[in-house]
Structure formats: structure tokens, C-alpha cells
């Protein structure tokens, strides 16, 4: 069984950093794609950022410069590195992972005071 486990958030204060991991547990033939997702409160879940299987990366225009997607094959881990962050970022993030099924972790909350 795939298992997606975030880690990583928390309180920071705005122009803070915050990095996130997301660990998969149990076997898959091959990952199209993963990806970060993030939901505030009252809004929609939207893409932050994804990595495909050739390691091509993609950002939301809103965290673009800011936000940096990587991934640690032998660890089976993903990052999500968050740097000057601003209270807009508050959310919960889940993390994404796309194959013959598509996945997702529980979240991790993310909180950006001003």
C-alpha cells in the first residue's frame, strides 16, 4: 500500500523559510509526477509546484523565485524549500504523487504571521 507522509510545517514569521518533506512508503512501478498542493481556508486546492520523472519543474506565478521543488530518489523524499514567505502562503500543503493511480498525503499546515 502507497503511503504519502508530509512533514515540515509550522508557525514562521513572514520573510521566513520553511522546508517540507514528503516520504513515500510502498512500491510503485513508476512516478509520472510529483507535486505540492496547497488549500487556504475558503479557497480551492492549488498546484504550488511539481517534478517529473525527467526532473522538469513547474511553479504556481505566485511562488515562482520563491519555492523550490526537489527530489531524493534513494530516499524516496520530496522537498518543498519555502523562502520569504508572506501570510498569502498560509495553508494546508498535501503532497502529490502521480502514476497508474494518483495519491496524497493528509498535509501539513503551513502558517505565516505578519
Known amino acids: 500500500q502507497v503511503q504519502l507522509v508530509e512533514s515540515g510545517g509550522g508557525l514562521v514569521q513572514a520573510g521566513g523559510s520553511l522546508r517540507l518533506s514528503c516520504t513515500v512508503s510502498?512500491?510503485?512501478?513508476?512516478?509520472?509526477?510529483m507535486g505540492w498542493y496547497r488549500q487556504a481556508p475558503g479557497k480551492q486546492r492549488e498546484l504550488v509546484a511539481i517534478i517529473t520523472s525527467d526532473g522538469s519543474t513547474n511553479y504556481a506565478g505566485s511562488v515562482k523565485g520563491r519555492f523550490t521543488i526537489s527530489r531524493d530518489n534513494a530516499k524516496n523524499t520530496m522537498y518543498l524549500q519555502m523562502n520569504s514567505l508572506k501570510p498569502e502562503d498560509t495553508a494546508v500543503y498535501y503532497c502529490?504523487?502521480?502514476?497508474?493511480?494518483?495519491?496524497w498525503g493528509h498535509g501539513t499546515q503551513v502558517t505565516v504571521s505578519s
Open positions: 502529490n504523487l502521480d502514476a497508474i493511480m494518483t495519491y
Open positions: 510502498g512500491s510503485i512501478f513508476f512516478i509520472k509526477s
